[in-house]
């Protein structure tokens, strides 16, 4: 029954603590949730905690809910805030996301030289400090613009614009580094 419920009456029913609905709500969003924390947290282990505790988070949380935006946005919200926190306490510099699998080479990708582009680019992406690698991340990867990032971040508009800046330069060195080296 729960199966074929809109998301605005699954909502309803987790508010009451409905477990088969909250379960459903899990169906639906876990894997979205978990690969936006992977892209954050570079750790599969890791991600499945951030998403867990979003998750968990969210429950508790419904009645902050206001139902005029997108349920799946408000929680995604939540797995990248979580995510992120749990990157500042970790406290560590470099991580290496090719063997944790957040990167993917484009299926459209054919060419020997598109994929080296994006290798080298995630690459790149990885030897930025994590604050300005997440900012990037979470503006090209996940598709959030200044405005969102600067709610995400809680950040004011002009420091979020400043900090893509200032991360984008930065890649932009590494980049050329990098090729330097090759």
Same mark, same amino acid.
């Given at each position: 029954?729960?199966?074929? %419920?809109?998301?605005?009456?699954? $909502?309803?029913?987790?508010?009451? *603590? ?21 892209? $954050? ?20 949380? %419904? ?6 935006? *997108?349920?799946?946005? +408000?929680?995604?919200?939540? !797995? ?20 944790? &699998? +957040? ?6 990708? !054919?060419?020997?030289?598109? *994929?080296?582009?994006? $290798? ?22 996940? &598709? ?6 600067? #709610? ?5 508009? &002009?420091?979020?614009? !400043? ?10 060195? *590494?980049?050329?580094? #990098?090729?330097?080296?090759?």
């Amino acid at each position: 029954m729960v199966k074929q %419920l809109e998301i605005d009456q699954l $909502i309803q029913l987790c508010k009451k *603590k409905d477990e088969p609905a909250q379960m459903e709500v899990y169906n639906r969003y876990h894997l979205a949730m978990y690969h936006s924390a992977l892209r $954050i947290v570079q750790n599969r282990v890791d991600a499945e905690d951030v998403m867990q505790e979003s998750f968990l988070t969210a429950f508790e949380k %419904l009645e902050q809910y206001k139902g005029g935006n *997108k349920f799946g946005g +408000w929680l995604k919200q939540i !797995t990248l805030r979580k995510a992120l926190h749990f990157c500042e306490q970790r406290n560590k510099q470099k991580m290496s996301s090719l063997e944790e &699998g +957040w990167f993917f080479v484009n299926e459209g990708e !054919t060419n020997d030289n598109e *994929k080296s582009q994006t $290798i080298e680019l995630h690459k790149a992406l990885n030897e930025l400090i994590p604050r300005y690698r997440n900012a990037l991340m979470l503006m090209y990867f996940e &598709g959030y613009d200044y405005e969102e990032l600067s #709610n995400i971040l809680k950040l004011s508009y &002009g420091n979020c614009r !400043t900090l893509i800046s200032r991360a984008k330069e930065q890649l932009k060195q *590494k980049i050329e580094v #990098n090729e330097l080296h090759r």
